[in-house]
């Protein structure tokens, strides 16, 4: 049973009898007290003046007599314990008992009986409590019966104010359910119930990040096709060129050439793949601890032939212990970026250092990873434009996509770090620092 519908009417309804039935057992109890209290004064009365009464036994005239509707007895008793007079002679009655009120048991139910003495007799008066329950209940009965044609009436009206108070529900419902797939607009929620709102509040907000990332989606593709169209084209000519060859030199030429542009046209594919693949991914506290210090060395030597290509000096200046929660995998693509940067665009025989230290702020300690090198730099306007996607600085000579330091930014993002840049060493150059939060960093 899933429908709240459902759910909210048989609890109240449910409720609604329960109530109903505790309500007429009460008012019957009450009742049946009032009954008790009101007989119980008129045997005591019915008594005290059958004893005022100036007769003798043998003169009974003051006596009640037999009366059909009459449900009070009375039995006179003399002081030995012989029954001189019964007023119902078929009614089975108890026996003599003590004086004043009492309750007493007799093979036809248990009665209620007052005793006084008169002129050296015991007079009785007593009353069936069958009686007395049987009023109580019909006086429950003619008490409860307008809240019985009543119960139906309220019932309906539940069942109505149910059914409206859960309309805004059905409504909203019918809403997202008739909406296309692209109509991400907020859902409405001025009408809604108190309770409704901050579901749809979060719904609203998610649609919000939805459109977001789908505007991000669009405006990736276009980026990608954009960048991909130039490489793409090159090595279309670079094919003609390489079928058009004549000689042998010439042909070589034209090999080395598509070569070349298939490395590139790869290696920008790849960086579309890791950037699409650390944007998508949701922000969550990293998993397992990565030591910077030896990842750092690991991407060193990873590119030391690289960096000797060019004749660059790369190395390690600074490695002291540093271990952050995060994904390891994730902290190599981004230091792998950081120095694979660094050596496109420092020139021959230029220098490339890779530090990670652990500094403390205020009491705290926080890692950082820090990238230094000889190269052009980037000018103080163009730094916080250098992490959009496929941005480079005009006038850069080296090859590139405009995508390392986007995804660079990413992967920081993802494990709450910051990324700085500023001048290397002397002026000269550039320097990358990624600070890490400083609760994550241990040594």
Not at 41 to 55: C, G, K, S, V
Not at 61 to 78: A, K, N, T
Not at 176 to 192: C, E, I, K, Q
Not at 233 to 245: D, G
Request: aromatic residues 6%; glycine residues 8%.
């Amino acid at each position: 049973m899933n429908s709240l519908r459902t759910r909210l009417l048989i609890w109240l309804l449910g409720a609604l009898l329960l109530i109903g039935v505790a309500g007429g057992f009460v008012i019957y109890r009450n009742s049946l007290a009032e009954a008790n209290a009101f007989f119980d004064y008129h045997l005591r009365e019915t008594a005290l003046l059958l004893r005022d009464q100036a007769y003798g036994f043998a003169a009974p005239e003051g006596l009640p007599q037999e009366v059909p509707q009459y449900d009070f007895v009375v039995q006179v008793w003399s002081l030995d314990g012989q029954r001189l007079y019964q007023s119902q002679p078929q009614a089975v009655l108890p026996a003599a008992t003590t004086l004043g009120l009492s309750t007493v048991d007799s093979p036809a139910g248990r009665w209620r009986v007052f005793g006084v003495i008169a002129r050296g007799h015991v007079i009785q008066v007593a009353q069936a409590l069958r009686i007395r329950e049987q009023r109580a209940a019909r006086l429950a009965l003619r008490t409860l019966a307008p809240f019985g044609v009543l119960m139906p009436a309220l019932a309906l009206l539940i069942w109505w104010i149910v059914g409206r108070s859960l309309r805004p529900l059905g409504e909203l419902a019918s809403s997202v359910r008739t909406r296309s797939p692209a109509a991400l607009d907020p859902l409405p929620s001025s009408s809604l119930p108190d309770e409704v709102r901050p579901l749809v509040d979060a719904l609203n907000d998610l649609l919000s990040r939805l459109a977001a990332a789908l505007q991000h989606e669009r405006a990736f593709i276009a980026d990608a096709a954009h960048e991909l169209r130039s490489p793409l084209t090159a090595l279309s000519l670079q094919l003609q060129a390489l079928q058009s060859a004549t000689g042998e030199p010439e042909r070589a030429a034209a090999s080395g050439q598509l070569k070349a542009g298939v490395a590139r046209a790869t290696r920008l594919v790849e960086q579309l793949l890791t950037l699409a693949r650390h944007e998508r991914r949701p922000a969550h506290e990293p998993a397992g601890p990565v030591a910077l210090d030896d990842l750092a060395r690991a991407v060193v030597t990873e590119l030391v032939p690289l960096a000797d290509s060019k004749q660059i000096d790369l190395g390690v200046a600074v490695a002291e212990p540093a271990t952050v929660p995060g994904d390891a995998d994730a902290l190599r693509v981004l230091v792998r970026n950081l120095v694979d940067n660094a050596i496109s665009y420092t020139p021959q025989a230029g220098r490339v250092d890779v530090s990670v230290r652990r500094e403390t702020s205020e009491g705290a300690s926080r890692a950082v990873i820090e990238v230094s090198d000889t190269g052009p730099g980037i000018p103080v306007a163009e730094r916080e434009r250098v992490f959009d996607r496929f941005y480079r600085v005009p006038g850069t000579a080296s090859p590139g996509s405009g995508i390392g330091l986007a995804i660079v930014k990413a992967i920081a993002d993802q494990h709450g770090a910051q990324v700085e840049l500023g001048s290397g060493a002397d002026g000269r150059g550039l320097r990358v620092r990624v600070l890490f939060p400083a609760a994550a960093a241990a040594a």
